[in-house]
């Protein structure tokens, strides 16, 4: 079997992932969550890769197939957080 590879992101996780007899994925950045979706979108982008009929189509309906693009907003200055604002004091 000929070695297939793909990425997968989520956040600030990259996954990489070879469909290779063995174990092991490499996984660089991100927390758990991201970690295991990016691991998930990789596997599902190399299953396609081996055989697109076979998987595709499945995977799709599934939703495995699609990057899903939320970011963490960044914080702005002059608050304390993305959205969040200090206490407003009216006296």
Do not use: N, W
């Amino acid at each position: 079997m000929e070695q297939k590879h793909a990425l997968g992101r989520r956040k600030s996780a990259v996954a990489r992932v070879y469909v290779v007899p063995g174990t092991g994925v490499t996984l660089v950045g991100g927390g758990t969550k991201g970690q295991a979706e990016a691991v998930r979108l990789g596997i599902a982008r190399a299953l396609c890769e081996v055989d697109k009929e076979a998987y595709r189509s499945t995977l799709k309906a599934a939703g495995f197939l699609t990057r899903d693009a939320r970011e963490v907003e960044r914080k702005k200055p002059g608050q304390p957080g993305a959205r969040r604002r200090f206490q407003f004091s009216k006296r």
